[in-house]
């Protein structure tokens, strides 16, 4: 499976836009960028995934790269519930049953 | 709209004792994933069912642990005589099969002290 780097925390004000990156230079052509999040004490939230085009929904939108290499979550009004380790993960589309790879992922602290 | 659900959320007991928690997925998920999170890291992949059946497991899934899905709806992990070692957040997950990258939902875990 190809693996991700994450910065390992970063801090973000109130109100304003958070962008999360994520590298996965060894990405597949078949592989899926999904991101997902863990607030203290609850399980991991998926929020989004996509392959090479950018996605938008409810939570956020991913920017990925033209040659898939990285990827960037936008959290566009960042609130203080957003405070949480968010995962950046790479996924096949046919191996391994689906199951996800967990790094350690990104400690976002949102500040009033 | 019911979640991934787990019980208990918490458990606490005596190195040597035997413990099994319960995942109920969303009812149409035919795949179930269980995993481990200890403090401090991302969660591990320890068993997946498809239906009921296991089609895999984690070499983290030692000889004390075992997982069933007897039905193909709820699922139980079971661990015998339990370590300090053991202790951690069990996490289960169900997902869609047939459905082009369905995503995993998550419960929000068992929690289990070993004291």
């Known amino acids: 499976d190809a693996k991700t780097t994450q910065p390992p925390s970063m801090d973000c004000a109130e109100g304003r836009a958070a962008n999360l990156p994520c590298n996965h230079s060894?990405?597949?052509?078949?592989?899926?960028v999904y991101w997902y999040r863990q607030i203290h004490s609850q399980g991991p939230q998926y929020i989004i995934h996509?392959?090479?085009n950018n996605e938008t929904n409810e939570m956020a939108s991913l920017i990925i790269t033209e040659d898939r290499k990285s990827s960037t979550l936008i959290l566009p009004h960042a609130t203080l519930r957003d405070t949480a380790v968010y995962y950046c993960?790479?996924?096949?589309?046919?191996?391994?049953?689906?199951?996800?790879?967990f790094g350690a992922g990104t400690q976002v602290v949102v500040t009033p | 709209d019911t979640g991934v659900s787990q019980d208990p959320r918490h458990k606490i007991t005596k190195r040597g004792q035997n413990v099994t928690f319960r995942c109920d997925p969303i009812s149409e998920h035919n795949r179930l994933y269980w995993y481990r999170q200890t403090l401090g890291q991302g969660p591990e992949f320890l068993t997946y069912?498809?239906?009921?059946?296991?089609?895999?497991k984690s070499r983290l899934l030692s000889d004390r642990f075992s997982a069933e899905r007897p039905k193909g709806s709820f699922s139980t992990l079971e661990i015998q005589r339990t370590e300090q070692g053991d202790s951690a957040m069990y996490l289960c997950?169900?997902?869609?099969?047939?459905?082009?990258?369905?995503?995993?939902?998550f419960g929000n875990g068992t929690r289990l002290t070993v004291t």
């Open positions: 997950a169900s997902s869609l099969a047939g459905v082009a990258n369905s995503p995993l939902h």
């Open positions: 060894t990405i597949s052509g078949n592989e899926y």
């Open positions: 069912f498809q239906n009921e059946a296991q089609l895999e």
């Open positions: 993960i790479v996924r096949g589309s046919t191996d391994s049953w689906g199951k996800l790879q």
């Open positions: 996509g392959l090479k």
